[in-house]
């Protein structure tokens, strides 16, 4: 595997997992809303990416920065899945 920008380029966000759930609720493909940050965490095995960073020796507490980072800027934890879901289909 190969870490870019210390891990930074291709972590499994959890916020991109969100977004991605969001779009199938919107696309018809989810028929309720999920958990959507509990599946995320599921489907974005954040830990098993880490193991790979420490096996190659990519700073963890770089990829951790960055990740809290990018989903802050991302609307993890302020939006509301659901309330995204409704401004999208209208």
């Known amino acids: ?3 870019y920008n210390n891990g930074t ?3 499994p966000y959890l916020s991109d ?3 991605f759930l969001t779009q199938h609720k919107r696309w018809g493909l989810l028929k309720d809303h999920p958990d959507y940050l509990a599946v995320a965490k599921k489907v974005n095995r954040i830990d098993i990416y880490k193991q790979a960073a420490a096996m190659t020796k990519t700073p963890a507490a770089e990829i951790r920065h960055a990740h809290q980072q990018a989903d802050r800027r991302r609307g ?3 939006q509301e ?3 995204v ?3 999208l289909q209208n």
């Open 76 to 78: 993890v934890g302020r």
């Open 85 to 87: 879901c409704r401004r």
């Open 1 to 3: 595997m190969k870490f």
């Open 17 to 19: 997992g969100m977004w």
């Open 9 to 11: 380029v291709g972590f």
């Open 81 to 83: 899945p659901e309330g």
